[in-house]
């Protein structure tokens, strides 16, 4: 097939105008086109009034080497790039049912840890995957204890249990992660094949959102265990087992699990998320190299979608075929701090997602239809262990701590977020009531002076972007939007180095992985580096070569 690339069309043309537009691009007459499919389709919204889709195109041709020769130099025409992908080996079944095998152990259940699972059942290999929260649906239950009653359960929120933190959020799949391999295109097809919607296939910004996420990973879980790979939920590591030699190397040995046993483990794929404070301080402990790594701190803003709508649309505003807008939006602050919007959420609403009591953290959430009034994002403010915590490894999480704590405490110790009004924030003021625009963080919020749950840097810096923000969307620093506070999990606080075998530099058998080892950030980049660390794995076992 040939790949063409930048077909630009109007938002309301036909179905027929693809077909054309194939024709005029190439040359050829519309007979000789024998199938066009979307590879991809997005749109331009640079130009207010003139919002055009921008497809990439596959099409199907009975001389396509005449065609391609004959434009030989357009970089926007050539041959379809074959994105199969390819196990690493077929021998798994046959190394699994050997004498003595041990089989490799999964540590987490979120997007890394499930795609390691499945990745390495699909290779034969029978994985144990151990989750220390509860099973999907019974981790929504006691999600929802908190955000209704303020009732936290510190094993099953909206970190820990079946799907990780990226269960409940807006369930974005899309990230600027290299991928040769087209791991990327692996994921989709098995979460197409899991029942997300087939347009995650071909849309630039694929999402899917909280509840078709639940029934997914419940999926995805069914395919481990029909491949003989085993599920232990409410199984939380409490420490790993390491031998030494003579010469120091080290080697994970076992896992000493919450029920008292000691599950033996030699090849261990550790996806615990970017929460697992515990796990981070145990494997400290235990000697494993560790590195401080940087993280941001802010808040949660919402606007009206409408005003969103509204800034990035222009009078096509409501197009059906747009759905919600959502936004980016960078600053450089003059004290030198990087602000940004984080995991924005068009038509979502800020959750309540702290681990850990007597603390509060939000998050954003969107459902499939994007259908909430308000849209909320993370306005965050960069942080560095050279410059704000650079006591050690685990130092990240005694600040992440810290503010949480103070969010706590400043939202009445209730669980209740902290909350301010944009124009109360830009003035320097404490709220005392809020306006027009109803926050969604529920339990509730208590209006306050959200100076008390940031660093003094971060306040400034956040002053000084949404106004900046607002320059390039038009109402982003209205008067009555709301910001709650605080956001501190934007991603881990700790890397776990590994070498190019994708073991950890000083322990082998330990294989960290995802965001919790601080190699993703995401839905998508994490479940490419559970494929990843699950080829590591099998090439460890089978005695094939990969290029990780």
Same mark, same amino acid.
Request: net charge neutral; charged share 20%; glycine share 12%.
């Given at each position: 097939?040939?790949?063409?690339?930048?077909?630009?069309?109007?938002?309301?043309?036909?179905?027929?105008?693809?077909?054309?537009?194939?024709?005029?691009?190439?040359?050829?007459?519309?007979?000789?086109?024998?199938?066009?499919?979307?590879?991809?389709?997005?749109?331009?919204?640079?130009?207010?009034?003139?919002?055009?889709?921008?497809?990439?195109?596959?099409?199907?041709?009975?001389?396509?080497?005449?065609?391609?020769?004959?434009?030989?130099?357009?970089?926007?025409?050539?041959?379809?790039?074959?994105?199969?992908?390819?196990?690493?080996?077929?021998?798994?079944?046959?190394?699994?049912?050997?004498?003595?095998?041990?089989?490799?152990?999964?540590?987490?259940?979120?997007?890394?840890?499930?795609?390691?699972?499945?990745?390495?059942?699909?290779?034969?290999?029978?994985?144990?995957?151990?989750?220390?929260?509860?099973?999907?649906?019974?981790?929504?239950?006691?999600?929802?204890?908190?955000?209704?009653?303020?009732?936290?359960?510190?094993?099953?929120?909206?970190?820990?249990?079946?799907?990780?933190?990226?269960?409940?959020?807006?369930?974005?799949?899309?990230?600027?992660?290299?991928?040769?391999?087209?791991?990327?295109?692996?994921?989709?097809?098995?979460?197409?094949?899991?029942?997300?919607?087939?347009?995650?296939?071909?849309?630039?910004?694929?999402?899917?959102?909280?509840?078709?996420?639940?029934?997914?990973?419940?999926?995805?879980?069914?395919?481990?265990?029909?491949?003989?790979?085993?599920?232990?939920?409410?199984?939380?590591?409490?420490?790993?087992?390491?031998?030494?030699?003579?010469?120091?190397?080290?080697? /994970?040995? !076992? $896992?000493?699990?919450?029920?008292?046993?000691?599950?033996? @483990?030699?090849? *261990?794929?550790?996806?615990?998320? %970017?929460?697992?404070?515990?796990?981070?301080?145990?494997?400290?402990?235990?000697?494993?190299?560790?590195?401080?790594?940087?993280?941001?701190?802010?808040?949660?803003?919402?606007?009206?979608?409408?005003?969103?709508?509204?800034?990035?649309?222009?009078?096509?505003?409501?197009?059906?075929?747009?759905?919600?807008?959502?936004?980016?939006?960078?600053?450089?602050?003059?004290?030198?701090?990087?602000?940004?919007?984080?995991?924005?959420?068009?038509?979502?609403?800020?959750?309540?997602?702290?681990?850990?009591?007597?603390?509060?953290?939000?998050?954003?959430?969107?459902?499939?239809?994007?259908?909430?009034?308000?849209?909320?994002?993370?306005?965050?403010?960069?942080?560095?262990?050279?410059?704000?915590?650079?006591?050690?490894? /685990?130092? !990240? $999480?005694?600040?992440?701590?810290?503010?949480?704590?103070? @969010?706590?405490? *400043?939202?009445?110790?209730?669980? %209740?977020?902290?909350?301010?009004?944009?124009?109360?924030?830009?003035?320097?003021?404490?709220?005392?009531?809020?306006?027009?625009?109803?926050?969604?963080?529920?339990?509730?919020?208590?209006?306050?002076?959200?100076?008390?749950?940031?660093?003094?840097?971060?306040?400034?810096?956040?002053?000084?972007?949404?106004?900046?923000?607002?320059?390039?969307?038009?109402?982003?620093?209205?008067?009555?939007?709301?910001?709650?506070?605080?956001?501190?999990?934007?991603?881990?606080?700790?890397?776990?180095?590994?070498?190019?075998?994708?073991?950890?530099?000083?322990?082998?058998?330990?294989?960290?992985?995802?965001?919790?080892?601080?190699?993703?950030?995401?839905?998508?980049?994490?479940?490419?580096?559970?494929?990843?660390?699950?080829?590591?794995?099998?090439?460890?076992?089978?005695?094939?070569?990969?290029?990780?």
């Amino acid at each position: 097939m040939i790949r063409l690339t930048e077909i630009r069309l109007p938002l309301d043309h036909a179905p027929e105008a693809l077909r054309a537009a194939v024709c005029a691009r190439l040359g050829v007459a519309e007979g000789d086109v024998q199938a066009v499919q979307v590879f991809r389709r997005g749109y331009d919204a640079r130009r207010r009034g003139a919002i055009e889709f921008v497809y990439t195109l596959d099409c199907r041709l009975p001389d396509e080497g005449e065609v391609l020769t004959r434009l030989a130099g357009n970089a926007k025409i050539g041959p379809t790039p074959d994105t199969t992908y390819r196990p690493v080996s077929s021998r798994g079944s046959e190394v699994a049912g050997a004498p003595g095998f041990v089989r490799p152990v999964v540590i987490g259940t979120g997007p890394c840890g499930f795609m390691a699972a499945l990745i390495l059942a699909q290779m034969g290999l029978r994985p144990i995957v151990l989750e220390r929260g509860k099973p999907v649906r019974e981790r929504t239950v006691d999600t929802f204890a908190l955000w209704r009653r303020g009732e936290l359960t510190p094993e099953s929120n909206v970190q820990f249990g079946e799907g990780g933190a990226g269960t409940f959020s807006d369930g974005k799949l899309y990230s600027g992660v290299s991928d040769p391999r087209h791991y990327g295109r692996k994921l989709m097809d098995e979460f197409v094949r899991a029942g997300a919607p087939e347009e995650i296939l071909t849309v630039s910004k694929p999402h899917i959102g909280t509840f078709r996420l639940v029934s997914m990973v419940e999926h995805i879980r069914a395919s481990i265990e029909a491949l003989g790979g085993e599920y232990r939920f409410g199984t939380r590591v409490e420490d790993f087992v390491i031998d030494q030699d003579v010469s120091g190397a080290r080697r /994970l040995t !076992g $896992l000493v699990l919450s029920d008292g046993t000691t599950l033996a @483990a030699t090849h *261990a794929i550790m996806a615990v998320g %970017h929460s697992a404070r515990d796990t981070f301080e145990v494997l400290h402990a235990r000697g494993v190299a560790m590195q401080a790594k940087p993280f941001s701190i802010g808040v949660r803003i919402e606007h009206p979608q409408s005003i969103i709508d509204a800034a990035r649309f222009g009078p096509q505003a409501g197009h059906p075929a747009l759905g919600a807008a959502d936004y980016k939006l960078v600053h450089k602050a003059s004290n030198g701090r990087g602000v940004y919007s984080f995991c924005m959420c068009p038509g979502g609403t800020v959750v309540a997602a702290t681990s850990e009591v007597g603390q509060v953290v939000t998050n954003g959430m969107s459902q499939y239809s994007r259908a909430e009034r308000n849209a909320n994002a993370g306005i965050v403010v960069e942080v560095t262990p050279e410059r704000d915590y650079p006591d050690g490894p /685990l130092a !990240g $999480l005694a600040f992440q701590r810290h503010w949480e704590r103070q @969010a706590f405490v *400043a939202g009445g110790g209730s669980y %209740h977020a902290p909350a301010q009004r944009v124009g109360d924030f830009l003035a320097g003021r404490a709220s005392t009531a809020l306006g027009t625009v109803e926050p969604s963080y529920r339990p509730g919020v208590t209006p306050t002076d959200l100076s008390t749950c940031l660093p003094d840097f971060a306040v400034e810096a956040i002053r000084e972007a949404l106004p900046h923000f607002a320059r390039s969307l038009n109402g982003f620093a209205m008067e009555d939007a709301v910001m709650t506070a605080v956001e501190t999990r934007t991603s881990s606080p700790v890397r776990i180095p590994r070498g190019p075998d994708g073991q950890s530099v000083n322990t082998a058998g330990l294989y960290p992985a995802g965001e919790g080892a601080g190699y993703a950030g995401g839905i998508l980049s994490a479940g490419i580096d559970g494929i990843r660390m699950a080829e590591a794995v099998t090439t460890a076992l089978c005695g094939v070569e990969a290029t990780l």
